[in-house]
């Protein structure tokens, strides 16, 4: 596990970006895995901005989402689906093409086959070469939600009230309009991206940035499952680093540039 801790959120995401575009264009298989929620999102315009540079471009990259809602309305801003391909789709954004995203149906007659047919989806693409995470304040990856299996497969989980009242802020600040179901990279799919690059930002992330880093691997904070990732890089600012104890080290270890 590689940590890098960051003092403003440019110089993160343009650390991001590079790695993200290095590992793509060093890799056969051009499979993104890509996740939503508010701390990617400075990623996102710099990854626009490298394709309008002519320095980038997500053109020919498959796209598999981490995670959708089950029963959104299919033209809900909301919608994972939709706030990928207002982020990314076309050759004004990353270049992506809409027939290359992929999002779990969170609209299917039956939403645990719609999951089992994902994650065949993601095998038969050859695997994701580079997974994007973030991180709920309750530990959560994906939507993999506290006590869920450490080897999960892509399957219908159930949103804490936590990430229901986090989440609140993009359905009107009310809880109750945020799905209480989702469909979710399981860890097990999670663990089998060749490269995972985790971003996490502000102090509600401190405590699950610990667990994460120094905690013991458990089903309650689902990321310390990254701890068995042979190729797991975490990209922080100081406020989601403030409960590390070992952070001098971190720093140190990152100014060595393994
Ligand atoms: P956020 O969500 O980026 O909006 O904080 C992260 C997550 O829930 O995984």
Known sequence: MQIGIFTDETALATTAAKHLIKILNNS?????????GSTPLPLYEQLRAANRAGKFTLRGVQGFALDEYVGIAADHPE??????RAELV???KTGLREEDLH???GNAADPRQAAADYDAA?????GIAIQILGIGADGHIGFNEPGTSLTSRTHVDVLTEQTRRDNARFFENDMDKVPSQCITQGLGTIMEA???MLIATGENKATAVRELVEGGISARWQASMLQMHPNALILVDEAAA?????????????NHNL
Request: aromatic letters at 12%.
């Open 242 to 254: 403030s409960e590390l104890q070992l952070a001098a080290f971190y720093r140190e270890r990152w």
């Open 103 to 105: 999002t779990p149906e």
């Open 28 to 36: 056969e298989n051009k499979v993104l895995g890509l996740a939503t």
């Open 90 to 92: 076309g050759d004004d």
């Open 194 to 196: 060749k490269y995972i």
């Open 79 to 84: 919608r994972y689906r939709n706030v990928l």
């Open 122 to 126: 993601i095998k038969a693409a050859g």
